[in-house]
């Protein structure tokens, strides 16, 4: 079983729809993070919790909201979802102690599509 | 101008060559950098990461640093079609809530056989 897990991996939906990105980790990590990647601009930060206390935006945040439910888990929602938020969503982990902080573990990926 | 910056490619090379990728970062005050790798269709995997000025070796990469350039690059030796991918640099810059991972937009490595 894969240490980062996205569900779903695949959703095609239409505008002004709720969608919600969940991802679990097994790695034992306080830190989490979702991504988003268009063609071409690589990754972007959209949210990270450094634990389940604590949550911060990052660089796109806008359209986008996110629970941490415990320290495994991390949801990411769009609450109206609109078609500029088709992309490739991928969650990911790391370790919060030194250098470890960059080693990011990713899950294979939520490949969604707003019509 | 953007936070780290690569060059998108396609770099095309024939096998058995030497790729040589290349990152540029505006922060001065970085100390860690990295490198992933992405497969077509796949999530990010780490592959080098490096924190002091000079090269560091693992295998067929070769990882360079230089911050006083605000450099960093990888070469890949005896590249082969295996390697083909995108390369995604990343650094580590200072931000209000700590240091954060930022990723260029990747370049495109094409092993031609």
């Known amino acids: ?115 | 101008q953007k936070e780290v910056e690569q060059n998108s490619g396609p770099l095309s090379v024939p096998e058995g060559a030497i790729a040589s990728l290349n990152c540029t970062y505006s922060d001065r005050g970085s100390q860690s950098f990295f490198w992933y790798r992405q497969y077509s269709g796949k999530s990010p995997e780490l592959i080098m990461s490096i924190y002091s000025n000079g090269d560091k070796e693992d295998g067929r990469f070769t990882a360079q640093l230089n911050k006083a350039s605000q450099y960093v690059s990888l070469l890949i030796r005896d590249s082969q079609p295996s390697d083909s991918a995108t390369y995604l640099c990343a650094v580590n810059i200072n931000r209000n809530a700590g240091n954060m991972l930022t990723f260029g937009g990747g370049t495109r490595l094409m092993v031609k056989p």
């Not at chain 1, 919790?49 to 911060?56: A, L």
């Not at chain 1, 629970?67 to 991928?90: C, D, G, V, W």
């Open chain 1, 1 to 115: 079983d894969a240490d980062v897990t996205q569900t779903p991996r695949n959703r095609i939906t239409k505008t002004g729809k709720r969608i919600m990105l969940e991802c679990s980790q097994t790695k034992g990590h306080d830190r989490m993070y979702w991504y988003r990647q268009d063609p071409g601009l690589g990754l972007q930060l959209i949210y990270y919790s450094f634990d389940v206390k604590d949550i911060n935006k990052g660089e796109i945040s806008d359209g986008y909201s996110v629970s941490r439910q415990a320290q495994a888990k991390f949801s990411l929602s769009l609450e109206s979802a609109i078609p500029n938020q088709t992309a490739l969503y991928f969650c990911a982990t790391s370790d919060s102690t030194g250098r470890a902080t960059g080693e990011l573990f990713f899950g294979e990926g939520s490949r969604l599509t707003v019509l």
